[in-house]
T-cell receptor, first 112, second 116 residues
Framework: QKEVEQNSGPLSVPEGAIASLNCTYS??????FFWYRQYSGKSPELIMSIYSNGDKEDGRFTAQLNKASQYVSLLIRDSQPSDSATYLCAVMGGTSYGKLTFGQGTILTVHP | NAGVTQTPKFRILKIGQSMTLQCTQD?????MYWYRQDPGMGLKLIYYSVGAGITDKGEVPNGYNVSRSTTEDFPLRLELAAPSQTSVYFC???????????????FGPGTRLTVL
């Protein structure tokens, strides 16, 4: 079983729709969870971080965390073509060294 | 602040050659990391450092070495380059959280390395 697994893509949604990206993780003591966006040929940039169960909203983005189910998701409302990118889920374990484990990424395409 | 900078942007090596990938951050972050990303894959941790003078192995350290003599710099050394080391290399840094431990990681622009 992969340590961090994302829903297989690519995911294609029409402009204005809600894009839903999912991620499961295997380490029960994980404490910090991140979503990064990566445009082709560029470095990952942080979109959201979430540390406790529930929802966290930032503009058009909502991260959801369920530690009991070991599940974290990212919703993108009113999707725009500029949201087309690879989205990486990253999980930080329960140590003080901050090692991030990344999922394989989900390619999102928003078509006009 | 320039953030995290990496040099070079691109490099082609021959099998058996060596090189150093440079990484510098000007945010006074304690934690620094080196990742590699193969095509269509997520990032895999090579080495990390929790402060000057302290480094440790990540998931895929074989064929690489690091040092951290200052807070700002975290160079990655490739000895005896092999085709399997063809990848994009990202350096990242993170500050310490108030309660201890690292916070969000910020990435440099990456170095695209090809070994022929």
């Amino acid at each position: 079983q992969k340590e961090v697994e994302q829903n297989s893509g690519p995911l294609s949604v029409p402009e204005g729709a809600i894009a839903s990206l999912n991620c499961t993780y295997s380490d029960r003591v994980s404490q910090s969870f991140f979503w990064y966006r990566q445009y082709s040929g560029k470095s990952p940039e942080l979109i959201m971080s979430i540390y406790s169960n529930g929802d966290k909203e930032d503009g058009r983005f909502t991260a959801q965390l369920n530690k009991a189910s070991q599940y974290v998701s990212l919703l993108i409302r009113d999707s725009q073509p500029s949201d087309s990118a690879t989205y990486l889920c990253a999980v930080m374990g329960g140590t003080s060294y901050g090692k991030l484990t990344f999922g394989q990424g989900t390619i999102l395409t928003v078509h006009p | 602040n320039a953030g995290v900078t990496q040099t070079p942007k691109f490099r082609i090596l021959k099998i058996g050659q060596s090189m150093t990938l440079q990484c510098t951050q000007d945010m006074n972050h304690n934690y620094m990391y080196w990742y590699r990303q193969d095509p269509g894959m997520g990032l895999k941790l090579i080495y990390y450092s929790v402060g000057a003078g302290i480094t440790d192995k990540g998931e895929v350290p074989n064929g690489y070495n690091v040092s951290r003599s200052t807070t700002e710099d975290f160079p990655l050394r490739l000895e005896l380059a092999a085709p399997s080391q063809t990848s994009v290399y990202f350096c990242a840094s993170s500050p310490r959280r108030r309660g201890g431990g690292p916070d969000t990681q910020y990435f440099g622009p990456g170095t695209r390395l090809t070994v022929l």
